[in-house]
């Protein structure tokens, strides 16, 4: 059964550095998003993107978050200048079209800012 | 703004004994209502959506609009059981011009003992 992959597993980084984290969506799915879980609570929604374009952002999606498709396999979620309160758990998501199907879920990466 | 309320973060049962695990959502409208597993290392899976009306590894929940709950339900637990447990939401689609985030519960950890 094709998965969601997402890499790295685990990314330490320090305060202001920017990172990217990447996701493989299931090749023929057509929504994506990214979520984050901060240790002890719950998953928040943090974007969604369709068409090459943001369908929806949440608030805590600000500027210093950007997302990327840049190569049709890939999907990136971009932080350019990090701060100790992005340490979390970041889940990425693919869902093929409206219907009876479901989101599919990478299994994380664990951004640790130092 | 929707939520969805998951009152216990843990739920400790012996193995076959009824599990019922709560969750209560506001929202004014149709919501999809879903319960996720993530087992311990793994990702989160989606394990039963209420439209489905089905029955999955023995869980079953029902969507009650008059409560505004979507109870998840197992008649007799088994260790492999052990697991954490989210609810979530998403709106109708279109709604938010596509995009279908979900809004996830603060989770309940389900442990089985022996």
């Known amino acids: 059964e094709p998965e969601v992959t997402q890499t790295p597993s685990h990314q330490v980084t320090q305060m202001g550095q920017e990172v990217i984290l990447r996701c493989v969506p299931i090749s023929n799915h057509l929504y994506f998003y990214w979520y984050r879980q901060i240790l002890g609570q719950k998953v928040e929604f943090l974007v969604s993107f369709y068409n090459n374009e943001i369908s929806e952002k949440s608030e805590i999606f600000d500027d210093q978050f950007s997302v990327e498709r840049p190569d049709g396999s890939n999907f990136t979620l971009k932080i350019r200048s990090t701060k100790l309160e992005d340490s979390a758990m970041y889940f990425c998501?693919?869902?093929?079209?409206?219907?009876?199907?479901?989101?599919?879920f990478g299994p994380g990466t664990r951004l640790t800012v130092l | 703004a929707q939520r969805v309320t998951q009152p216990e973060k843990l739920l400790s049962v012996f193995k076959g004994a009824p599990v019922e695990l709560k969750c209560n959502y506001s929202?004014?409208?149709?919501?999809?209502l879903f319960w996720y597993v993530q087992y311990s290392r793994q990702r989160l899976q989606l394990l039963l959506r209420h439209i489905s009306r089905e029955s999955i590894k023995g869980f079953t929940a029902d969507l009650n609009k008059g409560e505004t709950s979507f109870h998840l339900k197992k008649p007799f637990a088994q260790e492999e059981d052990s697991a954490m447990y989210y609810c979530?939401?998403?709106?109708?689609?279109?709604?938010?011009?596509?995009?279908?985030?979900?809004?996830f519960g603060t989770g309940t950890q389900l442990k089985v003992e022996l």
């Open positions: 998501a693919s869902y093929s079209s409206r219907g009876a199907d479901t989101q599919y």
């Open positions: 979530a939401l998403s709106l109708p689609w279109g709604l938010t011009g596509g995009g279908n985030k979900l809004t």
């Open positions: 929202y004014s409208g149709s919501p999809e």
